[in-house]
């Protein structure tokens, strides 16, 4: 525990605060969505330093009616009350107007944190239309409020009496629309934040309120990571049948790994250093790969499941592995702003060394465990193997047949990627109206039969033998997997274009599985659009207008003044090559949906808990969210 007498004498300042709102970008990244929701994340942020320095238990986050003001209340120390020496004012307003500004530059009031750049809660300020700030501390609750970063009244005493021993912050504030415009914050992105925050801090209760519903979520997990793990693999057939965890505490970091095998074909490792998800992995991650690779070579050598002279690869060994990776260090050195991946190569070696030692541990009492983990390693070696001479042969008819492209594929005569449009249309007949109806010169159709397999329930080598996905792998020109090669993208757009009804949304979760497995980077680069195709025709006399919603319709028919006819569109075969163009293909008047990746681990946790082998998972979910339906296809 750290020296519980944190006074403003503590708060180092490094400069003042400038620019925060005329370059905004620079602090939180962004000015869309991305960047609004950072805001929270800096705040809650701070309310968990507090815990990791071991004086928070609880945290409360509400959201607002109208999603456009959060508040957050923790019970911790509180920020600082008394005057700073130097600057003469509260150490609060200190923290909400000075940058680089914070009690997190030197060891003696956080020994680690997430902000240690120490911009998070005055960058907040500055970009808020309003923000109001409550602190409970030396028996007193002290309030200010500010507007734009700058105080509307100083720290004044709102209350006295308070009992001894209560203290804790609370910060409610509202972006300001001249930065973000208009915005809302999406309760389901925040609570997804506070959850992974509960899994990381074991013990700690994280609650979230949305006004809106009054719903209340209550994250708390005494078990920590390995419930991670578990939550992570839901759906899945699972080995060993509890997760392997282990944690070391020394001088120099603080480790913390959960890791189980499921049934499936891809690895998931998710690592974190003080909180912050290092979605670039980093050193920590290098460290456990080493260690874990080495020992698992050596231990199945030792009990003879493989010969002396073999070897097992990293990727057959992690295949199906989830691991969590939870770190904390003092003076962490990420690459940029963005905190992304760590490259403290110090802890390479003292890493790699706790790893194996904790591991082997394990592996010593639970070898029935380990000849399971070993034989799906094994199995999956020579399903590499297999799969690699099945791309090697894909690869070599393309360059046999000269890069021949598919029969089906209506090209377009572009040779610019980038102008270049490749649309994926479910049957024959809509491919046939969407040849007729598009652009010629930028944009391809790709007519598919029936639905293609589901890649999350078989191997590669089965994915690359049929017929519809070869089709697709050889139309987009990168290649799959490891041997994916972006350069090659023939089209910058891949527009998913199927029929609105429950078999097109199903041959679009098919698909979205294939490119989320297969190429996944073109989901990351954001090349994966899905069409929006009318719901309804009203004519109203000669004239034809479009519906895309049922609020939509109420509105057309609405403004007619006759009887219109009233056409339900559920396959786009049924609107001829004139009516398909000008709704859903007409880059002027078309509206499209962009595939982005923004939380990998809870994708990865739903498309294998959706589109996994385990059904009764499937069918909770189905039943949990049957209320939320609002366009079935009965």
């Not at 709102?158 to 300001?176: C, H, L, N, R």
């Not at 699972?238 to 891809?266: I, S």
Request: charged content about 30%; proline content about 4%; overall charge negative.
């Amino acid at each position: 525990m750290q020296d519980s007498q944190y006074t403003a004498r503590d708060i180092k300042v490094l400069e003042g605060l400038e620019h925060v709102r005329t370059r905004p970008s620079m602090y939180i990244g962004s000015t869309d969505s991305r960047g609004l929701h950072h805001l929270v994340q800096e705040v809650v942020d701070n309310a968990i330093d507090e815990s990791m320095a071991g004086f928070c238990t609880k945290i409360e986050v509400g959201l607002s009616t109208d999603h456009k003001t959060v508040d957050v209340h923790d019970n911790g120390r509180g920020i600082p009350t008394d005057m700073h020496p130097v600057l003469g004012i509260s150490g609060v307003e200190v923290a909400l107007t000075r940058l680089n500004a914070g009690g997190k530059f030197d060891k003696k009031s956080y020994h680690v944190s997430g902000g240690l750049h120490g911009v998070g809660v005055s960058v907040v300020n500055a970009l808020s239309n309003c923000l109001y700030v409550e602190v409970t501390q030396w028996g007193k609750v002290f309030q200010e409020e500010f507007s734009r970063g700058k105080p509307v009244y100083h720290l004044r005493v709102k209350e006295e009496g308070i009992p001894a021993g209560v203290s804790g912050t609370y910060v409610s504030f509202t972006p300001d629309e001249e930065i973000f415009g208009e915005f809302i914050f999406d309760p389901e992105r925040i609570s997804k934040r506070l959850r992974e925050l509960a899994f990381l801090n074991s013990g700690l209760e994280i609650d979230f309120v949305d006004h809106a519903t009054e719903e209340v979520q209550v994250f708390k997990y005494d078990k920590g990571l390995i419930e991670f793990v578990r939550y992570m693999n839901e759906g899945s057939e699972v080995v060993p049948p509890d997760p392997v965890h282990f944690m070391r505490d020394t001088e120099g970091f603080f480790l913390e790994v959960a890791f189980q095998y499921n049934t499936g074909y891809n690895d998931q490792m998710i690592s974190y250093v003080n909180n912050i998800n290092t979605v670039d992995g980093g050193v920590h991650e290098l460290a456990f790969k080493n260690a874990y690779t080495r020992l698992f070579n050596a231990k199945a050598r030792q009990i003879k499941l493989m010969k002396p002279e073999d070897s097992l690869g990293g990727e057959d060994i992690r295949e199906g592995l989830v691991v969590i990776i939870n770190l904390r260090i003092p003076d962490p050195q990420f690459e940029g702003q963005t905190k992304t991946r760590l490259g403290n190569a110090d802890l390479k070696g003292p890493m790699e060394a706790a790893v194996e030692e904790e591991v082997e541990l394990y592996l010593d009492k639970h070898i029935d465990e380990f000849k399971a983990m070993a034989n799906k390693a094994v199995s999956a070696k020579l399903a590499r193997e297999a799969a690699r001479k099945a791309r090697d042969l894909v690869r070599r008819k393309t360059e046999l047949d000269g890069g021949r492209l598919p029969g089906k594929l209506a090209d377009c005569s572009s040779q610019d990627p980038a102008e270049s449009e490749l649309y994926i249309v479910e049957g024959d007949s809509a491919g046939g109206s969407a040849k007729q109806g598009r652009n010629r010169r930028t944009q391809a159709i790709l007519p598919l039969r029936g639905k293609i397999l589901n890649v999350e329930k078989v191997g590669i080598q089965r994915a690359l033998e049929n017929e519809e996905i070869k089709a697709l792998i050889t139309s987009i020109g990168t290649g799959v997997m490891d041997d994916i090669k972006l350069e090659k993208l023939r089209y910058h757009k891949i527009v998913i274009m199927t029929d609105a009804d429950v078999d097109g949304a199903h041959i679009r979760t098919l698909l979205l599985t294939f490119f989320y497995r297969y190429m996944r980077p073109l989901v990351v680069n954001q090349n994966i659009y899905f069409a929006q195709p009318p719901l309804f025709g009203v004519l109203d006399g000669k004239t034809m207008r479009y519906a895309f919603s049922d609020d939509e319709l109420r509105t057309l028919l609405s403004q007619t003044k006759g009887k219109p006819d009233v056409q339900r569109y559920k396959g786009l075969g049924e609107m001829n090559a004139e009516q398909l163009w000008s709704t859903t293909m007409d880059p002027e008047t078309r509206l499209m949906g962009r595939v982005t990746l923004e939380e990998a681990e809870e994708a990865e946790r739903i498309f294998t808990l959706l589109m996994g082998e385990k059904v009764e998972p499937r069918r909770k979910f189905i039943i949990d969210h049957a209320r939320e339906v609002y366009n079935l296809d009965i």
